[in-house]
C-alpha cells in the first residue's frame, strides 16, 4: 500500500514537473508556419482583415469572468491585441499573465459606434472587475482583434 | 434474474460509480451559479503599495528601478507598458501596475481556489479531449439512474403510487419555470 502511494506521488510528481516546463495547447492545433508581427496588423490593419494569422506575445490580460479572450503585448511598446474566443471553446487560466502566448485565427477590423463603445465598456467594467470612465470615449473606434480557437502558451503550469 | 431484479443492480451500481462525479458537478454547479457574485475558481485580491515615482526613462532601467524600488528579487515573467505612465511587471502569482511619475502601484492576485478550481474545471470541461467522454458517460449514467431510480420499489411507495406524483413535480419544475420565464 505505501509502495504504491509512493509510486503514485512520485509519477504524480513528474507530471507537474513535465507540464510546468511544456507548451500547454489550447484549443485546436496551430496550422500556420509563419507568425506575423502584431505590430505589422496596426500597421496596415484593411490589409489583414478577415485574413487567418498566428501570432505571438506575452499575455498581459485575461477576461475574469470567462476566461474567454487574452490580451497580448505588441513587439512595440503600448500596443496589445485581444484574441476572441467563442465562449466555454477555450478558458484561458487567468495565472497565464505574463506568460508568452502564441494565438492563430482571423484578424477582425471593425469601427465601434459611441454606443458600442459605452456598452462593451460596461460589460469590461463586469468582466474586469475595474471602473469605466465613459468620458473616455471621444468618438468611433477602430478595433482590431483576432478571432481564433487554437492557442498555445509557453511554461504553463496548467493553474 | 428477473427484470425489477436488473434495474435495481443497474441503479445501484451506477449510483456507487456515480457517487465522485455527482459530488464534483454539484459541487461546482453551486459555485458557478453564482459567478455574478465572486469568481468561483480564484480568489482575487486587489492591494495598494506606494512606492517613489521612477525617474528612469529607458524601458529595461524602468524594469530594474522599479523592481529594486519594491523591494523584489524574483525575476519577472514579463514587463508591458500599456502607456507611457504605466509599467505592468507579472509574477507568477501577481502583477504590479505601477504609475511611473507617482509611484503609486496596485498588485493584483489570481490563486486558484483549492479544490473548488479543479471542480469547476472538469465541471465546465475546461480539459477537453478524453475529458468530453468521461462527461458524457456521465450524464447518459444519469439518464439511466433516474430511469432506473423510478421502477426501484414497487407498491405504495413505487411509481404507480407516490413516485408518480414527486414524478410528476420533477417533470412539471422545469417546464413551468419556462413558462413563466418567457411570459414575465
Same mark, same amino acid.
Not at chain 1, 94 to 98: E, H, I, L, Q, V
Not at chain 2, 100 to 103: D, E
Given at each position: 500500500m505505501r509502495r504504491t502511494v509512493t509510486t503514485a506521488v512520485v509519477m504524480l510528481a513528474c507530471a507537474s514537473v513535465v507540464l510546468a516546463a511544456g507548451v500547454k495547447k489550447y484549443g485546436k492545433d496551430l496550422t500556420l508556419k509563419e507568425t506575423t508581427k502584431i505590430s505589422a496588423i496596426y500597421a496596415a490593419p484593411d490589409s489583414f482583415n478577415g485574413k487567418r494569422v498566428k501570432v505571438q506575445g506575452p499575455i498581459?490580460?485575461? @477576461?475574469?469572468?470567462?476566461? @474567454?479572450w487574452i490580451a497580448l503585448a505588441s513587439d512595440q511598446e503600448f500596443q496589445t491585441i485581444r484574441f476572441k474566443v467563442e465562449d466555454g471553446v477555450i478558458v484561458f487560466p487567468?495565472?497565464?499573465?505574463?506568460l508568452t502566448a502564441t494565438v492563430e485565427g482571423v484578424v477582425s477590423v471593425e469601427t465601434e459606434s459611441v454606443e458600442q463603445q459605452l456598452e462593451h465598456g460596461k460589460k469590461m467594467e463586469k468582466e474586469m472587475n475595474k471602473p469605466f470612465d465613459?468620458?473616455?470615449?471621444?468618438g468611433p473606434k477602430t478595433v482590431i482583434m483576432i478571432k481564433g480557437e487554437a492557442a498555445e502558451i509557453q511554461d504553463a503550469a496548467g493553474r | 434474474m428477473n427484470w425489477r431484479r436488473l434495474n435495481n443492480v443497474l441503479h445501484r451500481d451506477i449510483g456507487y460509480l456515480a457517487v465522485g462525479l455527482s459530488i464534483v458537478y454539484g459541487v461546482s454547479g453551486v459555485a458557478v451559479n453564482h459567478k455574478a457574485d465572486w469568481n468561483p475558481s480564484y480568489r482575487m485580491t486587489k492591494t495598494a503599495r506606494q512606492i517613489e &515615482?521612477?525617474?528612469?526613462?529607458?524601458r529595461e532601467a524602468i524594469i530594474r528601478e522599479a523592481l529594486e524600488k519594491l523591494g523584489i528579487d524574483e525575476a519577472p515573467r514579463n514587463a508591458f507598458r500599456p502607456n507611457p505612465e504605466t509599467l505592468q511587471i507579472f509574477f507568477r502569482q501577481a502583477t504590479y501596475s505601477i504609475d511611473? &511619475?507617482?509611484?503609486a502601484v496596485v498588485i493584483e492576485g489570481a490563486r486558484p481556489r483549492p479544490v473548488l478550481f479543479e471542480f469547476n474545471q472538469l465541471h465546465l470541461n475546461t480539459p477537453k479531449r478524453l475529458w468530453t467522454v468521461v462527461a458524457d458517460a456521465y450524464a447518459i449514467a444519469l439518464i439511466v439512474l433516474a430511469v432506473t431510480g423510478m421502477f426501484v420499489l414497487k407498491g405504495r411507495t413505487g411509481i404507480t403510487g407516490r413516485g408518480a406524483w414527486l414524478t410528476a413535480i420533477g417533470v412539471l419544475l422545469p417546464g413551468l419555470y419556462w413558462v413563466y420565464y418567457l411570459w414575465r
Open positions: 498581459v490580460q485575461v @477576461c475574469e469572468m470567462k476566461g @474567454c487567468m495565472t497565464a499573465k505574463g465613459p468620458k473616455t470615449v471621444k | &515615482p521612477i525617474e528612469a526613462s529607458d511611473l &511619475p507617482s509611484g
